[in-house]
């Protein structure tokens, strides 16, 4: 297929290169011209507009930072919209409010444009290894022909319902990281406090009920305090955020993640944006008194 790939940054680049590798031809645009040139050194073309690679493409992929990024990549100037043709498709992977997701979706349709919303859970890791969830929302038809696009990027390909489903979904995936992160965190510190070798708590629990990726990879950061990112704490933020915004506009409480939102808001504040969101175990120390 003929594929636009619009956001080079962490994600975006390796993305594009698997799908090239795939057998597609690939039209990249970055913000920046040396964010294009991985991608282009590995057979895509590289494109000086958004609109410009939107034109050349039957599927425009969209992989940026947050909501009003998409809303300028779709609708600003030399966007996706004066590019594109009708009968195209436009798939969102960028992780965005669900209710900006149907709005953009609706704008989309006059024009003739079908939309696939289509977040990401895997990391850099799975970008890079074409390993990434897929969680869709989205016309049954549309995903069907945008399928094949899918499976050179990821495994676990879902779809979970129509437009915004997939964002509905991401939003489930970090809240359950979120509060699995402040769980985790709060228990090593518990173990610290008590005086018992954190280390050997987290081994005994790997093996029970306890059990999880989090406590695996996250735990060891925290045991180890390094932070070096997997997924930064400005970007976590980002995502709660939008979760509780969309909690905000159905009336629904969730008061975990409202706790591990101000945690990440503290790290923000204190300058800690750039470290993976496992840190939210320094600001569950430094409120036990066990800052190292």
Known sequence: M?????????????MAVNLRKAGHTVFVHGRRAVSMVQPVEAGCAGCTTI????????????????????EQVLFGDAGVAQGAKPGSVVVDMSTISPTATRAFAEKLQARGIDMLDAPV??????????????????????FERVKPVFEAMGKNIVRVGDIGAGQVAKA?????????????????TFAR??????????DALMGGFAGSRILEV????MLDNDYTPGFKTKLH??????????????????????????????????????????AVMKIVERESGMER
Do not use: Y
């Open 218 to 221: 996250h735990g060891k950061r």
């Open 51 to 70: 609109a410009e690679a939107a034109a050349q493409a039957e599927i425009i992929i969209v992989m940026v930072s947050d909501t009003p990024d998409v």
């Open 237 to 278: 933020q980002k995502d709660i955020n939008i979760v509780m915004q969309t909690a905000k506009e159905l009336g629904l409480a969730l008061p975990g993640a409202a706790l591990v939102m101000q945690h990440l808001n503290a790290l923000m504040g204190t300058g800690n944006g750039e470290l993976d969101s496992a």
């Open 121 to 142: 859970s895997g990391g850099d890791v799975g970008a890079i290894n074409a390993t990434l969830s897929i969680m869709v929302g989205g016309k049954p038809e549309v």
């Open 2 to 14: 003929d594929i636009a790939f619009i956001g080079m940054g962490i994600m975006g680049k390796p």
């Open 172 to 188: 489930c995936n970090q809240i359950v990281v979120a509060v699995t992160i402040e769980g985790v965190a709060e228990a090593l």
């Open 193 to 202: 406090k008590n005086g018992v070798d954190p280390a050997r708590v987290r």
